[in-house]
């Protein structure tokens, strides 16, 4: 699966995922960095098949508004060290990528997954 992980998550989430076998490119190693606009952002990942990975509220929004970025992992889980938020990913990613073969907007929690389904 390939992923585009958001400016306020940890580089090493990329590692991470990578590691597990997947592709995956944070905001610092795009040309405009993390100064890289959620619209830039959002057409760079539907023209790459990524799902965004964002803890960024604004993204949710304009994915269930304008359905762009296409597929969305929301990681909700309020205020966590890096450590402990690399290992809930690390718990979850086999889950992860199941669920985002279901559904297009997933978010991880500390209590597990949510798939929601699209609307209408």
Same mark, same amino acid.
């Given at each position: 699966?390939?992923?585009?992980?958001?400016? #306020? =998550?940890?580089?090493? =989430?990329? #590692?991470?995922? #990578?590691?597990?076998?997947?592709?995956?490119?944070? !905001?610092?190693? =795009?040309?405009?960095?993390?100064?890289?606009?959620? %619209?830039?952002?959002?057409?760079?990942?539907?023209?790459?098949?990524?799902?965004?990975?964002?803890?960024?509220?604004?993204?949710?929004?304009?994915?269930?508004?304008?359905?762009?970025?296409?597929?969305? @992992?929301?990681?909700?889980?309020?205020?966590? !060290?890096?450590?402990? =938020?690399?290992?809930?990913? %690390?718990?979850? !990613? +086999?889950?992860?990528?199941?669920? &985002?073969?279901?559904? +297009?907007?997933? %978010? &991880?929690? +500390?209590?597990?997954?949510? @798939?929601?389904? %699209?609307?209408?």
């Amino acid at each position: 699966m390939k992923f585009l992980v958001d400016a #306020q =998550l940890p580089a090493k =989430l990329c #590692q991470l995922l #990578q590691a597990a076998g997947h592709d995956a490119v944070h !905001t610092s190693d =795009l040309p405009d960095g993390n100064r890289t606009t959620d %619209e830039a952002l959002a057409r760079l990942a539907d023209g790459e098949d990524r799902v965004v990975v964002t803890k960024d509220r604004d993204f949710r929004d304009s994915h269930l508004l304008n359905r762009s970025p296409r597929h969305l @992992l929301v990681v909700a889980t309020g205020n966590i !060290t890096n450590r402990d =938020l690399l290992s809930l990913v %690390e718990e979850h !990613t +086999p889950a992860i990528v199941e669920a &985002l073969a279901e559904s +297009p907007f997933v %978010e &991880l929690s +500390p209590a597990g997954l949510i @798939l929601h389904a %699209e609307p209408d």
